[in-house]
């Protein structure tokens, strides 16, 4: 049955298209064929971005909460050391909160208001802002007291070397991760990206630093299906 590809253009828009067609010199339905093999390949990049975020967000979590206590995010000297933009991120997370609350009141539900939690807290905080606080403009602010909780299994903090070492090993990983994490989630195209392959590992490693019982979950069920999936369409790395 013959693709009906102007139904599909006028979904995707010519615009998300567009790189796509402009590969195949216009041809349409080699285009469509490079969307779904864009498609496939992010799929397979969920999973290990996914663990990636959570472990991270969490293990940053039982920092501040050890350091601030359980109601870190009002904390003031918490919120002190947070650039102003940081902290209307955080406000504006318990804020949704709060408003989610007020409009079960006033449907008078029977659903009843929820506690504003760290944990619901870190959930509406995204990876940006999560990285962001270990990124120089934080000058170790965060990142030397966390890292021990953070990166417990990495190399470099067993082996006692500065704070400033394990920066340059870790951040450049992160934003690789960050970066890509952020194109899969946009649904831009990755299937040509030369650097990849070298993101995928970064965030393997992270993983395994963070927490290898993760890791080797993963590799147990089998969940992350990236290694494969690039080599259909790319070859043998």
């Known amino acids: 049955m013959p693709v009906n590809y102007p139904g599909v253009a006028a979904a995707l828009s010519t615009e998300r298209l567009g790189p796509y067609l402009r590969r195949v010199q216009n041809n349409q339905l080699e285009a469509l064929m490079l969307y779904h093999r864009n498609v496939v390949l992010s799929e397979s990049l969920y999973p290990i971005l996914q663990l990636v ?45 709060k408003d989610a609350n007020l409009a079960l009141l006033r449907k008078k539900s029977k659903i009843p208001p929820k506690a504003i939690t760290s ?93 290898p019982s993760v890791q080797d979950w993963s590799d147990r069920v089998q969940l992350d299906r990236f290694p494969s999936v690039y080599q259909v369409f790319h070859g043998p790395k």
């Not at 940053?60 to 209307?88: C, M, V």
């Not at 602010?141 to 067993?158: D, N, V, W």
Request: glycine share 6%; with cysteine.
């Open 119 to 211: 944990g619901r807290i870190v959930a509406e905080l995204n990876f940006g802002f999560w990285t962001n606080l270990i990124s120089n403009q934080y000058s170790g602010l965060f990142f030397g007291p966390a890292a021990p909780i953070l990166f417990p299994y990495e190399p470099l903090l067993s082996a006692g070397k500065t704070q400033t070492d394990l920066e340059k090993a870790v951040n450049p990983m992160l934003r690789n991760v960050r970066h890509l994490r952020n194109r899969v989630f946009h649904h831009e195209p990755i299937l040509h990206d030369g650097k990849l392959w070298d993101a995928h590992d970064s965030a393997c490693t992270l993983l395994k630093w963070m927490n």
């Open 53 to 97: 975020e959570v472990t991270f967000r969490n293990n940053f979590e039982q920092h501040l909460k050890s350091t601030y206590g359980s109601n870190w995010f009002i904390d003031p000297a918490f919120q002190g050391r947070l650039k102003s933009f940081d902290i209307a991120t955080v406000r504006k997370a318990e804020t949704k909160l």
